[in-house]
């Protein structure tokens, strides 16, 4: 009993005595506050408020006082276009993570060099992602409308009959990635270009004097050496993925007929335009769960391999 | 010394009005260039006649305003007037306690002016809201030139077999029949109101609200899905309807492509506006159908659908705004947006003066309403609301079956009854 008691009070103090250090209580002091205060205003009170809707029946308008329990989430989970937007949402992360990502580290792989044409070629596939993401749904509306837009163009001019692939229920998913890969690539094209620079001229040269091939270098030299690029651009790629919403509401809305919607834009649709809030309330908080559950399994799956 | 007197007397009476100015925040939707400017004019007038207004002009997109409202009137930026469609969200709002109850301040001349009709659309429990200051009417837009073209006779539409075989004729002559914007949904579901309104009838209406005979799900409901899909089997819309917006098919209509247009009378001018050369179907190739009589319907064949449409008052207005608000929604304004053919102005008299013969048309066959219908996605409120246009967009489209579209609607309801 003593000796506990004695051990705690010895270790006490001597923790209390490295954080009262002089020299770093006045930063902790001075640069913890703001950014603290910022995230339980800006990101902490919200989610507790969203949390809050979520049980109860609430238009927007008023008080809360309907409290119906676990009721908004079982109108979720049984709603008939919940499994569509779910499903949607799973398969842009999959073409982000087959095609986006690949798509990213090849043209990186190519545009690595420090040259004049090459910076251009750069700038060029990085433009769309600093567009912002309704200019950029704008755009390609007007490319893909059935009856201005380029596509009948190309279409007359060849000789063939374009669907409008916006009101096509078939189309519409595949014009959505399109314009998500167009977007993004460039972003996750930079983040392995930072990488890729990062890597000490000589191991390549080294392996290259020692006869190794040019795959094999990418594979077994490049791309091991910014596995922690990669390993981040994955995790942006997924969660932007589950957050996608506003290239989504210029191009289809959610249509044709809402076969096109996001976890977000289903959201924003049936919880906030039909004034259900409470039911937008408990989407948010599932949404906002997928999203813990992939950070804490992928950090422990990839982020600590990153330190191995 | 005397240029500085001066300067300080202009000094103090530019600052002085400005001082004591009253700024009363509107916010409207409007965006054809030309009724915005009648809109500015009457507002600069007003506050010539009274230096101590200033109105504060703001406009929204049309679905931006829809979405934006419910968090705006519940904030600091919450305008002080504002453009209603009545019905189910106003209901909500009242209740919410976010606007001003005006009926003790609201002249009992400008009341009986606007008519009792459109006074109860703003009124809930007894409480005045606002003023309504327009009706409208959904109709059957047609291109002359094209019935012509495909050799159809404007009164064999009369009927919904009459409709029917015409639809067949223009998909025959490759004219597209109709344009509709299902994107935004509402659009098509003008379709299963007129449907309904034809079908059920007031009654019936009112008693499916109430959950009485099997609510939504009841007989006349599953059969407007019923007939509504028989149109859609059809393929009467333009190609990629479901991506098109009400602009896109409004635009449609106007560059004459497409033989019919279900809308109300503000496409008149909306579809000059959307149209390529900005100028639209001329007027004497334009005209208006009821919309066709079906046979066994218990609805009136002269109801109508459309809106009664006006102004808001929120909590924090001032006197000031109302007062401006009685001249603005007077029969003197309204006649002047009439005549321009932009609305039909509910105040009385005010209609009278109108020139233009479609909106003079119009405004006779709402008159002679035995039941005028709210816009059901206005009227039944953003819940149930929501669900119609919904069901409607997919009908249109041929993805739901009647019954189902029926179920949804009246599991929606129920929700809220």
């Known amino acids: 009993m003593t000796t506990i008691a004695s051990s705690a009070a010895i270790s006490a103090p001597r923790r209390a005595r490295r954080y009262m250090d002089r020299k770093s209580l006045v930063p902790l002091l001075l640069f913890i506050p703001p950014a603290l205060i910022l995230f339980v205003v800006l990101v902490v009170l919200p989610m507790i408020d969203a949390a809050s809707f979520s049980f109860f029946d609430w238009t927007g308008y008023g008080p809360m006082t309907d409290f119906v329990g676990l009721d908004n989430y079982d109108d979720v989970l049984s709603h008939r276009h919940f499994g569509t937007a779910v499903r949607n949402s799973l398969l842009v992360i999959a073409v982000s993570l087959l095609v986006q990502l690949p798509l990213a580290m090849w043209v990186s792989l190519a545009l690595v060099e420090k040259r004049w044409s090459v910076n251009v070629i750069r700038t060029l596939f990085f433009l769309p992602y600093m567009l912002a993401e309704i200019a950029a749904g704008l755009i390609w509306k007007f490319v893909y409308d059935g009856n201005y837009g380029i596509i009948p163009t190309v279409g007359d001019a060849i000789g063939m009959e374009m669907p409008f692939v916006l009101g096509d229920k078939f189309w519409v998913m595949p014009a959505i990635m399109l314009v998500i890969v167009w977007k993004y690539f460039g972003f996750h094209m930079m983040i392995y270009i930072a990488g890729l620079q990062s890597i000490p001229s000589e191991v390549i040269e080294a392996a290259r004097l020692d006869g190794v091939k040019k795959w094999q270098i990418v594979r077994h030299i490049k791309l091991p050496m910014i596995w922690g690029s990669i390993v981040i651009s994955v995790f942006f790629s997924i969660i932007g993925a589950l957050q996608l919403f506003d290239l989504v509401i210029p191009l289809s809305n959610g249509g044709p007929n809402n076969s096109s919607h996001t976890i977000v834009t289903f959201l924003y649709q049936f919880g906030i335009l039909r004034m259900k809030l409470g039911f937008g309330g408990a989407v948010s908080v599932m949404l906002f769960i997928a999203c813990v559950v992939i950070t804490v399994i992928y950090r422990r799956l990839l982020f600590s391999r990153e330190v191995d | ?417």
């Open chain 2, 1 to 417: 010394m005397k240029k500085l007197a001066l300067a300080a007397m202009l000094s103090v009476a530019a600052i002085f009005p400005a001082a004591a100015q009253e700024v009363v925040d509107w916010m409207h939707i409007a965006s054809i260039p030309e009724e915005v400017a009648l809109m500015e004019a009457a507002v600069a007038e007003y506050e010539a006649a009274n230096p101590d207004v200033k109105i504060n002009m703001q406009f929204l997109e049309n679905e931006a305003f829809k979405a934006k409202l419910t968090t705006l009137l519940q904030s600091d930026a919450a305008p002080d007037i504002f453009y209603s469609w009545g019905g189910g969200v106003l209901t909500e709002q009242a209740a919410a306690g976010v606007l001003r109850p005006v009926e003790d301040l609201v002249d009992p001349a400008v009341a009986e002016a606007l008519g009792s009709g459109g006074m109860s659309a703003f009124t809930r429990d007894g409480h005045i809201y606002g003023l309504p200051q327009q009706v409208s009417e959904v109709v059957l837009w047609y291109n002359k030139a094209l019935f012509e073209q495909a050799g159809v006779d404007p009164a064999s539409l009369e009927t919904w077999e009459g409709f029917l075989a015409a639809i067949q004729t223009f998909k025959d002559a490759g004219i597209t029949p109709l344009a509709v914007g299902a994107k935004d949904k509402w659009p098509a579901h003008f379709w299963w109101s007129k449907l309904v309104v034809r079908l059920a009838g007031q009654d019936a209406f009112d008693a499916a609200r109430k959950g009485e005979n099997g609510g939504f799900a009841a007989e006349p409901f599953v059969k407007a899905g019923e007939m509504f899909l028989e149109l859609a089997a059809l393929e009467p819309f333009q190609e990629g309807f479901l991506a098109a917006s009400y602009g896109d098919a409004s635009g449609y209509f106007g560059d004459g492509k497409a033989a019919m247009h279900l809308m109300g009378d503000w496409d008149y001018g909306a579809m000059k506006d959307n149209s390529a050369n900005k100028q639209g179907i001329p007027d004497d190739q334009l005209g208006i159908l009821p919309f066709p009589t079906i046979e066994g319907g218990a609805g009136d064949p002269t109801d109508t659908l459309g809106g009664i449409n006006g102004w808001l008052f929120h909590k924090n207005a001032s006197d000031a705004a109302v007062k401006f608000m009685e001249w603005y929604t007077s029969a003197e304004v309204g006649a002047r947006f009439g005549n321009a053919g932009f609305f039909i102005p509910i105040a009385a008299g005010a209609a009278d003066g109108m020139t233009n013969p479609f909106k003079v048309q119009i405004a006779q066959s709402i008159n002679n309403a035995h039941w005028h219908a709210i816009f059901f996605d206005q009227e039944l409120g953003p819940q149930v609301g929501g669900v119609v246009n919904d069901i409607s967009a997919e009908l249109a489209g041929n993805a739901l079956s009647a019954e189902e579209a029926a179920e949804l609607v009246e599991e929606a309801a129920a929700d809220i009854r």
